[in-house]
């Protein structure tokens, strides 16, 4: 089981990245997905999940109306297009996958992590 996160980096406040986690080895189609984050000294914390079937989407209160969650299950992919980014949105990004249902303010429960994307949001 792999969840490989890609697309963080440097980017000024009130600029966009759009960060991708790819799936393999358990059956991506069937799984919950989201993303957490974890600030330097701080707790991780979820930011958005969709479930497997419905699509229904969830997202932190901070992040609402900034970031979209999505999945290409054809792609064994989920996708967080984050907008309007600001200096607290400046942490390393993990992807996660759960059988059941994502929980985002659990993430002991979580069953798959990636390794971690960087988001350094700075001018």
């Known amino acids: 089981v792999q969840l490989q996160a890609s697309g963080g980096g440097l980017v000024q406040p009130g600029g966009s990245l759009r960060l991708s986690c790819v799936a393999s080895?358990?059956?991506?189609?069937?799984?919950?997905v989201g993303w957490f984050r974890q600030a330097p000294g701080k707790d991780r914390e979820g930011i958005s999940c969709?479930?497997?079937?419905?699509?229904?989407?969830y997202y932190r209160d901070s992040v609402k109306g900034r970031f979209t969650i999505s999945r290409d299950n054809a792609k064994n992919t989920v996708y967080l297009q984050m907008n309007s980014l600001t200096p607290e949105d400046t942490a390393v990004y993990y992807c996660?996958?759960?059988?059941?249902?994502?929980?985002?303010?659990?993430?002991?429960?979580?069953?798959?992590w990636g390794q971690g994307t960087l988001v350094t949001v700075s001018s």
């Open positions: 080895g358990f059956n991506f189609d069937q799984y919950a």
């Open positions: 969709m479930s497997n079937r419905e699509g229904v989407t």
């Open positions: 996660a996958a759960n059988s059941d249902r994502v929980v985002l303010s659990a993430p002991g429960t979580v069953e798959y």
